[in-house]
């Protein structure tokens, strides 16, 4: 099977839908991440699980696999 996605650039919506296909791969890792590894950080240390600290984590992860939430949504 094989798929043609074409995308105008000089179109708002069509640059989003572009930034989101492109991104697809960087989001799954990001979730996968997420999902299996992130929580363990914390599981067995409450004292350092405030919620600045889990937003400063959860940055952290976002930025490490290069995503920018602004640039994927309207």
Same mark, same amino acid.
């Given at each position: ?5 074409? @995308?105008d ?6 640059? /989003? ?12 890792? @990001?979730?996968? *991440?997420?999902?299996?590894n992130?929580?363990?950080e ?7 699980? /405030? ?6 984590? &959860?940055?952290?992860? &976002? *930025? *490490?696999?290069?995503?920018n939430?602004?640039? &994927?949504?309207?």
């Amino acid at each position: 099977m094989k798929a043609i996605l074409k @995308f105008d650039l000089d179109n708002e919506d069509d640059r /989003t839908a572009y930034a989101i296909c492109n991104k697809s791969p960087d989001l799954a890792n @990001f979730v996968w *991440e997420l999902k299996h590894n992130f929580w363990r950080e914390w599981k067995h240390d409450e004292e350092k699980f /405030t919620l600045d600290e889990y937003r400063e984590g &959860l940055s952290d992860l &976002l *930025e *490490e696999h290069n995503i920018n939430i602004d640039e &994927l949504i309207d």
